[in-house]
């Protein structure tokens, strides 16, 4: 691992849903909460922010331009304007997602087909209401059902394996599925990793050219590397207790981006929230644009 550098002074209260988009060299999370979104250039370092009107939770780079987001009751395409303001219209919304409940952690596939599942947002509460959709057009029925904290998704790089975590304190699993490319269906679904004896709960997920599986412990400062078989082969330290969420992104696809969440901590935490540049020395994958 190279360097470490923090990204201003931003102090996220649920930072999330990084991701870097080729087309335009820039990094785009949000803050949940605190409903906004959050662009870098990556030439010049420069950030700035937009406020949505509901929730965001997960975005990505859509290929007609805009963006596809998981929201508070809904998928939306969004236009983010040079004057500030955000263009919002509306895709779907499951009837499954019911009051109290959001979009949360979402990505696309391989193919360009966004797959986001869904929350309760009281974790207190443990209501395995969450569900995992795809987008290609039209919304799927929910093709995983019974999740606490949906979280994790990543795609192997030959796009025939979907990685899917909960990183509720009574689940903290990452499982693996068999995905066909050309249907987008799901099968023979099993554990990759049971995190309860590792540091942290499995948040936040990326991908590398050689398959491996990059996730945010949240609750633990780290981020875990495993190898396509669920073996742990590197972790990288970070000075927040939560980091949520990860992404590859750079000239060379080789800096990872990590989000944090402030929610919780010390108010004198300087690290909490605070969302890092990090020289991974590993080549990541690419994000395809949503192509639908």
Do not use: K
């Given at each position: 691992m190279g360097k470490l550098e923090r990204i201003g002074n931003i102090r996220g209260q649920v930072g999330e849903g990084?991701?870097?988009?080729?087309?335009?060299?820039?990094?785009?999370?949000?803050?949940?909460?605190?409903?906004?979104?959050?662009?870098?250039?990556?030439?010049?370092?420069?950030t700035r922010c937009w406020q949505t009107a509901e929730m965001p939770a997960c975005l990505a780079p859509r290929a007609g331009g805009g963006l596809i987001a998981g929201m508070q009751s809904g998928l939306f395409?969004?236009?983010?304007?040079?004057?500030?303001?955000?263009?919002?219209?509306?895709?779907?919304?499951?009837?499954?997602?019911g009051e109290g409940m959001r979009f949360n952690d979402g990505r696309t596939d391989r193919q360009g087909r966004f797959w986001a599942g869904t929350m309760f947002m009281d974790m207190a509460a443990a209501r395995a209401v969450g569900g995992?959709?795809?987008?290609?057009?039209?919304?799927?029925?929910?093709?995983?059902?019974?999740?606490?904290?949906?979280?994790?998704?990543?795609?192997?790089?030959?796009?025939?394996?979907?990685?899917?975590?909960?990183?509720?304190?009574?689940?903290?699993?990452?499982?693996?599925?068999?995905?066909?490319?050309?249907?987008g269906a799901l099968s023979r679904q099993r554990v990759l990793v049971d995190m309860k004896p590792l540091p942290g709960?499995?948040?936040?997920?990326?991908?590398?050219?050689?398959?491996?599986?990059?996730?945010?412990?949240?609750?633990?400062?780290?981020?875990?590397?495993?190898?396509?078989?669920?073996?742990?082969?590197?972790?990288?330290?970070?000075?927040m207790a939560k980091p949520s969420m990860c992404a590859f992104g750079g000239a060379r696809m080789d800096q990872l981006?990590?989000?944090s969440i402030a929610a919780g901590q010390p108010e004198d935490d300087p690290w909490a929230g605070a969302v890092l540049l990090i020289e991974a020395g590993v080549q990541g994958m690419a994000d395809v644009p949503c192509a639908f």
């Open positions: 990084p991701v870097w988009s080729a087309a335009e060299a820039c990094w785009y999370w949000v803050d949940i909460p605190a409903r906004l979104i959050w662009r870098l250039d990556a030439a010049s370092g420069a395409h969004l236009q983010l304007r040079e004057d500030g303001q955000v263009q919002a219209a509306r895709l779907a919304c499951p009837p499954e997602l995992l959709y795809r987008w290609d057009g039209s919304l799927s029925a929910p093709l995983v059902s019974g999740l606490l904290t949906q979280n994790g998704l990543a795609f192997s790089p030959d796009g025939r394996t979907l990685y899917l975590s909960d990183s509720h304190p009574l689940r903290q699993l990452v499982w693996a599925f068999d995905l066909d490319p050309a249907s709960r499995p948040d936040g997920a990326a991908m590398d050219v050689d398959g491996c599986y990059w996730v945010c412990g949240n609750d633990g400062g780290m981020i875990l590397r495993f190898s396509p078989e669920g073996r742990l082969v590197g972790q990288i330290a970070v000075p981006l990590v989000t």
